[in-house]
């Protein structure tokens, strides 16, 4: 079983920037990608980053590229989300995820990660 917390969310201003973080813990999970999403009230969920823990190669769709970061810190098991030029179509509850059998094609889809977190609240103001 992988468990995971999320933190560091909050209120944060347009243009502003935020770093989420993500404690994993379990036997197995290096061998996994772990990926942020988030979701909006009445939308889908939506994908945000993913980065592999053994090399750290890390996705991300266009709608983020350039603003949004994913890293990891491998010895301590915590991924990161670094979001800068905050815009209010940034607020939801963003969540992070562990997938166990990743690939090319699965990497985006939530409904292919087993291990959830809780979600932390991220709100941009304008």
């Known amino acids: 079983q992988v468990r995971l917390v999320e933190s560091g969310g909050g209120l944060v201003q347009a243009g502003g920037s935020l770093r989420l973080s993500c404690a994993v813990s379990?036997?197995?999970?290096?061998?996994?990608?772990m990926g942020w999403f988030r979701q909006a009230p009445g939308k889908e969920r939506e994908f945000v980053a993913a980065?592999?823990?053994?090399?750290?190669?890390?996705y991300y769709p266009d709608s983020v590229k350039g603003r949004f970061a994913i890293s990891r810190d491998y010895a301590k098991g915590i991924a990161y989300l670094e979001m800068n030029s905050l815009k209010p179509d940034d607020t939801a509850s963003y969540y992070c995820?562990?997938?166990?059998?990743?690939?090319?094609?699965?990497?985006?889809?939530?409904?292919?990660?087993?291990?959830w977190g809780q979600g932390t609240q991220v709100t941009v103001s304008s």
């Open positions: 995820a562990a997938q166990s059998t990743p690939s090319r094609a699965t990497i985006s889809l939530p409904d292919e990660y087993e291990n």
């Open positions: 379990g036997r197995t999970f290096r061998s996994y990608v």
């Open positions: 980065i592999t823990w053994i090399g750290g190669t890390t």
